[in-house]
């Protein structure tokens, strides 16, 4: 993989907020620790940006510290727990989301590869698999003057179902975490199935609870593996704190679904 030439001028790094706690912005690019899945997700990045998907980060390799050079996307982070983003942001997102999926189902790695989330060992798709973002919620977006314009953090990259990409997209997005009103909630939830128009909303409903648990599954085997950023969610209370939310999504369910009529 190749390296950068950093030189004597480097602008002063600054620190953002999120990730595993070693993001930092360095001029015009973010620089963030590696692990074992870095090549794997290098890999597909550039393979998307040769195919021409935009709203993603290019990469130019390392730095002299090890870590990986990604491009800055102006715009700002959204605040989930303070914010509902606007429903053409919401459509914007769910859109662009339609359109990586579509283009990455034709990637497909010459043999197996290791990405974070599948443990120790490479693996290879398998039948009806793509390799999804796996973290498409609405923290890792980036907008720019009201429109949704790029999604980030593409660590958690790997083999997956789309319809679990897009229910992990509505658990912060619509959002389903959080108590917006029944109504309210089967409305946005409308506009994501027309905007991606593959599955209904109940599918998609059973498709959030199952994706959001076995997230709580993964953060737990990653802070047995000690990923570093998984144990970062467990200072902020992961996995219990998802569990907890898992099962009062369970409890609203059913006034969501009388909401969608």
């Keep these: 993989m190749p390296r950068d030439d950093i030189g004597s001028h480097e602008p002063t790094p600054e620190h953002l907020p999120g990730g595993s706690g070693g993001v930092w912005k360095v001029g015009r690019t973010v620089r963030r620790p590696t692990g074992p899945w870095t090549p794997a997700v290098h890999e597909l990045l550039g393979w998307l940006a040769d195919e ?30 303070d914010e509902v983003v ?19 189902d034709a990637y497909r790695p010459d043999g197996p590869r290791r990405w974070r989330q ?3 060992a490479p693996v290879d798709l398998q039948p009806g698999q793509i390799v999804c973002h796996n973290d498409p ?4 977006w980036i907008i720019q003057s009201g429109h949704f314009v790029a999604m980030i953090d593409w660590d958690l990259a790997g083999p997956g179902d789309p319809i679990d990409d897009l229910a992990f997209l509505c658990w912060t997005a619509i959002p389903l975490y959080r108590d917006i009103g029944a109504a309210e909630t089967a409305r946005r939830l409308d506009l994501v199935v027309d905007a991606y128009a593959e599955w209904g909303p109940m599918t998609l409903l059973d498709a959030v609870e199952r994706r959001m648990t076995t997230a709580t599954e993964r953060i737990a085997a990653g802070i047995e593996r000690g990923d570093p950023g998984m144990l970062n969610l467990q200072t902020k209370g992961e996995p219990q704190r998802t569990r907890d939310r ?16």
């Design 52 to 81: 021409g998907l935009g709203g993603i980060p290019h990469v130019s390799g390392l730095d002299d510290e090890g870590r990986e050079i990604v491009s800055y996307v102006e715009g700002r982070g959204v605040p989930v727990d």
């Design 86 to 104: 606007l429903d053409t942001v919401l459509v914007e997102a769910v859109a662009w989301l339609r359109d990586f999926h579509d283009l990455v």
């Design 118 to 120: 599948t443990g120790e």
């Design 137 to 140: 919620g609405a923290y890792n």
């Design 246 to 261: 898992v099962a009062a999504f369970r409890e609203r369910r059913a006034d969501i679904e009388a909401a969608l009529g």
